[in-house]
């Protein structure tokens, strides 16, 4: 059975809950350390594994090259698991958004950009913001970002915009970003996912 290598809270982790939530069975959650680049539990390089440094990674027994990118991640994900939606070929669009687009403009932040380079940051941030608004959420009366559906997008949107809490951008996000953000990590079986994630790091942390 394959493994997956995430981290809490960062688009690895958007693996994780979208596994939980779809009832997607790994042989093995790994806990990666994306800091150190080191399995959590025992301390192995990640590098091994995935020689990007990054998360997530899907690995499989029987020789399957690995998947590496969210977009493989999630789709692999969503399709054992129920959650691509009516219109598979429009989550995929919403996947390469979030990978490329929305991922960058928030993810520009925990470099801690200063002066004309935060400036501009803060302008790509808003681009997509408002895009992300007005062509997914068709101006903030959908709740979901694919055909009105929960989907993986969803998913892995919602931990992208939970970033904006930790590198102090709450009021360059609007609104109806907060609430999608909101709306996503109340669902039970998300809330229930993330509270695991945290429990686990907890504890290998001790
Ligand atoms: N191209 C990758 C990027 C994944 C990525 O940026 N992962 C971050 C966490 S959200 C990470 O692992 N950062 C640590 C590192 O790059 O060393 C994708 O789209 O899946």
């Not at 939980?20 to 959590?40: R, S």
């Not at 990640?46 to 998360?55: A, D, H, L, R, W």
């Not at 931990?159 to 951008?169: A, E, P, Q």
């Amino acid at each position: 059975m394959p493994k997956l290598y995430y981290s809490t809270l960062s688009c690895g982790g958007a693996n994780y809950i979208a596994a939980h939530v779809g009832g997607v069975k790994f042989d093995e959650n790994v806990l990666v350390n994306i800091q150190t680049h080191k399995l959590a539990a025992t301390g192995e390089d990640y590098f091994e594994i995935n020689p990007k440094g990054n998360v997530p990674v899907i690995t499989f027994e029987d020789g399957k090259k690995n998947l590496n990118e969210n977009v493989g991640t999630l789709y692999y994900i969503g399709k054992n698991g129920g959650l691509l939606g009516e219109d598979e070929t429009a989550t995929m669009n919403a996947l390469g958004f979030l990978a490329s687009e929305w991922h960058k403009g928030v993810g520009a932040f925990f470099g801690k950009p200063e002066g004309a380079a935060r400036e501009k940051a803060v302008a790509n941030l808003a681009k997509q913001a408002n895009f992300f608004i007005d062509f997914y959420l068709e101006g903030g009366k959908n709740e979901y970002m694919v055909g009105n559906t929960f989907t993986i997008a969803d998913i892995y949107a919602s931990v992208i915009t939970s970033w904006s809490y930790f590198i102090g951008l709450n009021t360059e996000i609007p609104e109806a970003l907060i609430k999608h953000h909101e709306r996503i990590q109340a669902l039970p079986k998300v809330a229930e996912a993330v509270k695991i994630m945290k429990d686990y790091e907890a504890s290998v942390a001790k």
